[in-house]
Nanobody, 115 residues
């Protein structure tokens, strides 16, 4: 059974930082492309960043320079370091594992950026 468990969300002031973690089980982690997506109220889920098993990362344009995705294949964990957070970053952040042909999703963690 595949499980993706996110943690690290919360309330942060504008300009602050948060680090999200996603612990994976039930997949061959080093072979999976891992990603973070987010969904704000009333909006569609959107890509934040992805990272291959070899560590190649891609980012949505709005996150470039502020967010960093990384992974530890020994710990089956993917991270999202978020800096210079803005109110528009407020959303539920979801971990994704893509192991062809299936996509797996975590339950999501709330990130709220507000003063």
């Amino acid at each position: 059974q595949v499980q993706l468990v996110e943690s690290g969300g919360g309330l942060v002031q504008p300009g602050g930082s948060l680090r999200l973690s996603c612990a994976a089980s039930g997949i061959i982690f080093s072979f999976a492309v891992m990603g973070w997506y987010r969904q704000a109220p009333g909006k569609q889920r959107e890509l934040v960043a992805t990272i291959t098993g070899g560590g190649t990362a891609t980012y949505a344009d709005a996150m470039k320079g502020r967010f960093t995705i990384s992974r530890d294949n020994a710990k089956n964990t993917v991270y999202l370091q978020m800096n210079s957070l803005k109110p528009e970053d407020t959303a539920v952040y979801y971990c994704n594992a893509a192991q062809h042909p299936i996509n797996y999703w975590g339950q999501g963690t709330q990130v709220t950026v507000s003063s």
